[in-house]
């Protein structure tokens, strides 16, 4: 009888290979005849570590792309930094200090800005008022960047207002169209009520739904007259890379001195982001234990070869092959099988989030977007995220193939070949 670690003819047949013996011996052992058992348990093994995989990438691209598009989106609207006056009744830049400023490296343009809060209703249609938050801006300052033309007021009076283009969508106006603001100001320290009439010049998409839905445009004198208020003392600054601002924060200090209390975007919103990435690593932990649980399927795997290949691990150490070399036979089984499922997996998650995003397939309705302040779910794949991933699923594949590959050395060769 012809002893099973002897080649058939047509295996002869194949190109040789060249390498490390478990090397080649795994490789034919993956490429070999095997049971139904073993097939079945292998394809198990695949589909489970991809599909663990899968899940990871998805979680981590979702998490990633929802920090990212949340940052860029709060940047647009508003500032990288801003400077605000302690000084009550708020102090205007002098323009040394505005100079200064302005020659900061990477400062782009440095912008006063106001803030108030009012009521905006279209005349005559019957509808509700809706609450709106103006933002006063320069004409062509700010994030948003407003013309002169968009801000300016016409003949008749009205001024003009770039809005939001779900606040737009709410009121049912377009372009052109005049709408009735109510401003609650202040004068001799006692609340009182200014009316104004504004013309829609243009409107704007941020994507941030806060923004979108209830944030108007006008140019900031009209803030500063309807509130009462007058120069609250409140600058911005735009920056060439919004990624960077403490450097700039560290010498407008320096220039303002102590009557300015200068922040940028990461300060403000520390505990959101803190929150986001606190949550992105406890997602990569409990989804890591699917991928350890899927590995568990590589481990069987190993466990019905040593079975299958009983006879032929007898023959290979009576010829003198050494526990080691047996050992590194499995692992390097059991390592490919594992490599070919993480990377089936990482291709596949990478794919579909790329769908996901570039279609824009989960989006939200107004309603929804206003608890999660996006229209929709950006996936974006970070190369950095995709190496912890791929990192961590090769090494809980490669511990969870220690085991029945050390079992597999201890084989005695006697006892091997005896097997049935």
Not at 332 to 354: D, M, P, R
Request: hydrophobic share 50%; net charge neutral; glycine share 10%.
């Amino acid at each position: 009888m012809t002893s099973p670690a002897i080649a058939s003819p047509a295996e002869r047949d194949r190109p040789g290979l060249r390498g490390p013996l478990s090397w080649v011996i795994a490789w034919r052992f993956l490429r070999g005849r095997r049971s139904r058992l073993l097939d079945g348990t292998a394809r198990v093994a695949l589909a489970a570590t991809a599909l663990g995989v899968l899940a990871m990438v998805i979680a981590m691209a979702l998490m990633t792309g929802y920090r990212e598009d949340l940052r860029r989106k709060l940047i647009e609207g508003n500032a990288p930094v801003m400077a605000q006056s302690l000084i009550p009744g708020g102090q205007d830049l002098s323009q040394q200090q505005r100079t200064a400023l302005e020659a900061i490296p990477g400062v782009v343009a440095v912008g006063r800005v106001a803030f108030a809060q009012g009521t905006l209703s279209l005349p005559g249609s019957g509808s509700d008022s809706l609450e709106v938050t103006l933002r006063g801006v320069e004409p062509g300052g700010g994030q948003l960047g407003a013309s002169a033309a968009d801000l300016g007021v016409a003949a008749d009076g009205t001024a003009g207002a770039v809005l939001g283009s779900e606040l737009a969508r709410r009121l049912g106006v377009s372009v052109g169209d005049q709408l009735r603001l109510v401003v609650l100001g202040f004068e001799a320290g006692r609340p009182r009520f200014r009316y104004r009439s504004l013309r829609v010049s243009d409107t704007f998409t941020v994507g941030y739904a806060e923004f979108d839905a209830a944030w108007v445009l006008v140019h900031r004198d009209l803030v500063e007259d309807s509130s009462g208020a007058g120069a609250m003392g409140l600058y911005e600054l735009t920056l060439d890379d919004p990624d960077r601002p403490a450097g700039v924060v560290e010498k407008a200090e320096e220039i303002l001195g102590p009557d300015f209390l200068v922040s940028d975007w990461r300060l403000l919103n520390r505990d959101l982001f803190t929150a986001l990435e606190g949550q992105q690593r406890a997602l990569f932990l409990i989804l890591g234990l699917i991928v350890l649980v899927s590995t568990f399927n590589v481990a069987s795997t190993l466990v019905v070869l040593v079975r299958d290949r009983m006879r032929q691990l007898g023959v290979l150490g009576a010829m003198g092959l050494s526990p080691a070399s047996l050992r590194a036979i499995f692992l390097t089984y059991g390592s490919v099988l594992g490599l070919v499922g993480v990377l089936l997996g990482a291709g596949l998650g990478t794919l579909i989030c790329w769908l996901l995003t570039e279609f824009e397939l989960i989006r939200f309705d107004p309603d929804v977007a206003a608890i999660y302040f996006i229209t929709s779910v950006p996936f974006r794949v970070r190369p950095a995220d995709l190496a912890a991933i791929v990192g961590f699923a090769l090494a809980v594949n490669l511990l969870a193939c220690a085991l029945p590959a050390w079992r597999a050395a201890r084989v005695d060769p006697a006892t091997a070949l005896r097997y049935e």
